[in-house]
């Protein structure tokens, strides 16, 4: 596969759940808010810091209230991170490479992209509570994942796909968790209270992770959330069963066993997996929750980045065919 091929599909994973998740992160905090006392304002700055994009967001607007928030999260094309962006992007690299899209895939993309564009029209952002919209464009997603896994091929097109979204959710995920911590900086008094416990629960349903989290560990814990969020084997938003399917589409690309690392990339990725394999939760809040995620981001990051030198950048794969070719 040409490598600017990979690359588009490689991004389109990639922007696709990012659109997904920036959608929950406008719910949790919604949701966060309606379980707050009148007494207590809306917090939306801590969910733009929690983004990375506040530099942007402060450059753009005077205040951080709703409207201006929920705008620049879901419709500014000035932010690239935005739910708008993403889908764009999406789109246009689907284009690029729309041989290796299927009918049903692209036919579904770009009806997403069709939504987002009329709820820009209409202003969405402005009204009392538009998450029936931005719930709209999360489960027309979470469809579109569903069309892709039933009618794509599983060929390389589709392992660099996954890694790309597999990826971007462990970052978010993170980010999402990071939220509470954010949200909880200024009012430490607020730890262990009734609204405490509300905002935990409210954090369990952005992910879609209530009712399973309660099924394995019954009462609400901050403890518990954090491990079922960071460290779970077994629950797909985790961060760890995240890395672990990247990690594995990784393994599919370059023909590995599973035993050592052919590139960059598997070493950094396969570091960060096996020192989340032998950590417990206890390990993470000795670090600090949020230490823990800040360097779990730059990992993160630093493995994309590896990736690309890898997989898109034309000296480097040619080096690498020819390890393959010698192997």
């Not at 814990?221 to 995240?242: A, G, H, M, Q, T």
């Not at 000795?286 to 730059?298: A, K, R, S, V």
Request: charge should be negative; proline fraction near 2%; charged fraction near 25%.
């Amino acid at each position: 596969m040409l490598s600017r091929v990979a690359d588009s599909i490689y991004w389109i994973g990639r922007y696709i759940e990012r659109a997904e998740n920036y959608a929950r992160f406008i719910d949790v905090n919604f949701n966060l808010m309606l379980d707050l006392p009148p007494s207590m304002k809306e917090q939306w700055d801590p969910l733009i810091s929690a983004t990375g994009d506040r530099d942007v967001f402060v450059s753009l607007y005077k205040n951080f209230d709703r409207v201006s928030a929920i705008h620049f999260l879901a419709f500014d094309l000035e932010n690239p991170n935005s739910m708008f962006s993403c889908i764009s992007n999406a789109r246009e690299n689907s284009r690029m490479v729309r041989e290796k899209i299927t009918k049903e895939s692209w036919e579904k993309l770009n009806e997403i992209y069709l939504f987002m564009k009329e709820g820009a029209e209409r202003e969405v952002w402005k009204l009392d509570d538009p998450r029936s919209f931005i719930n709209d464009v999360k489960y027309g997603i979470q469809l579109l994942y569903g069309i892709s896994d039933n009618s794509v091929a599983r060929t390389d097109g589709w392992h660099y796909l996954r890694l790309g979204q597999y990826l971007e959710r462990a970052d978010k995920t993170s980010r999402i968790l990071d939220v509470k911590y954010h949200i909880l900086l200024p009012s430490v008094q607020e730890v262990g209270s009734t609204i405490d416990i509300l905002h935990w629960m409210a954090l369990l349903k952005s992910v879609s992770g209530f009712n399973i989290y309660r099924q394995v560990y019954g009462s609400i814990e901050p403890k518990s959330i954090v491990e079922f969020l960071v460290l779970n084997k077994y629950f797909p938003r985790s961060i760890y069963f995240s890395l672990m399917e990247a990690q594995e589409c990784l393994h599919r690309l370059t023909n590995s066993t599973g035993r050592g690392f052919k590139n960059t990339s598997e070493k950094r990725l396969g570091s960060l997996c096996s020192q989340l394999e032998y950590y417990d939760v206890n390990d993470v809040i000795d670090i600090g929750i949020h230490e823990f995620l800040d360097d779990l981001q730059l990992k993160i990051n630093h493995i994309s980045d590896a990736i690309h030198a890898n997989f898109f950048t034309i000296g480097d794969s040619l080096t690498m065919q020819k390890q393959f070719n010698n192997s």
